[in-house]
């Protein structure tokens, strides 16, 4: 399997993040990266599919927040990386703050995804990743994995959180549409949902999301991802939500798993993109799900007995010293 990562995606690494009220250690660090490139066999450097496939997701004027902001906190004599703390969260209103401040507020969701002078070339060399790994499988790869990091499920179209930037399984999956897959589905396993993804791609018919997550009634995003969520206007029944409760175990997950893939072939897509989080293992330090190392290739076996063409995106997990072991299961698994 060809897999794909940037060197530009290490670079990232805030210092903290504020979280349950206090300033903690930053959890996406950049050893996570250096730990599955060690699991793994050879990586290749994307080529730079220029910000063209980016903002056919994106919105220009969010991307450019992203790498304006942290210019313009060291400029208002900010100490740190840059942390919104105020939110338009009712009557949104597309105006152009001059303050950074409000700058940053506009374009986030939560206190915990920080911007630093190297975020945006991180996430940016993430989607490059994930674009490349999808070009491998449209020019005919039977699977292709995209090492991103920072990761992007939460990403929406002109807001960060999560830990995430750019929605580089968005990315992926409108590239697809644009090279002419008439369906593209994508199937999230973080542990979190994914709602950056719902949301870009909330009223539309032509991609399916499907996303298996822990109950937002108790765990991060909270706003997102219940089951009674399944998109609206021609994307009416293009949302799949499938929250499962603290503890849950392989039998389990595969079962809404199987659920999951049922829904996935009724769609028919021609290409699949797999939104993986190994966040759901047993001992990541962040997260309630019980499964283990080898569930992860039962689980990538599953899906790839399904048969579509599939780009493998890497999302969240955060038990930094399993952590290359689990994908590397998981990878084995196709």
Partial sequence: MRIFTHPLQAAHAPRDEFHNGGLTPYADVPQRLAMIRAALGPVETPPDAGMAPILAVHDAAYCQALQDVPR?????????????????????????????????????????????????????????????????????????????RPPGHHAGRDYCGGYCHLNHAAVAAQAARDAGI????????????????QDIFWDRDDVFYASIHADPATDFPFYWGHADE??????????????????????????????????????????????????????DPISRFALTTPGYRTLAAEIAGCGWPTVIVMEGGYAVDALGHNVASFLAGF
């Avoid at 338009?88 to 209103?93: E, G, W």
């Avoid at 994508?186 to 950056?196: A, F, K, R, T």
């Fill in 72 to 148: 313009l906190w060291r400029a208002a004599g900010r100490p740190g990386d840059a942390i919104p703390y105020a939110f338009p969260v009712t009557r949104r209103r597309s105006l152009s703050p001059s303050r950074v401040d409000a700058l940053l507020g506009a374009h986030a969701m939560d206190t915990v995804t920080p911007l630093t002078p190297e975020t945006w070339g991180a996430a940016y060399g993430s989607s490059q990743s994930a674009l490349a790994a999808t070009a491998a499988v449209l020019a005919g790869e039977r699977a292709a994995f995209a090492l991103s």
């Fill in 182 to 197: 008439a369906r593209v589905a994508i199937l999230d396993i973080d542990y979190h949902h994914g709602n950056g993804t």
């Fill in 230 to 283: 399944i998109g609206a206007g021609e994307g009416a029944g293009a949302t799949l939500n499938l929250p499962l409760p603290h503890g849950t175990t392989l039998a389990a997950f595969r079962r809404a798993q199987t659920q999951a893939l049922e829904a996935i072939a009724r769609f028919g897509p021609g290409l699949l993109v797999v939104s993986f989080g190994a966040d759901t293992w047993e001992g």
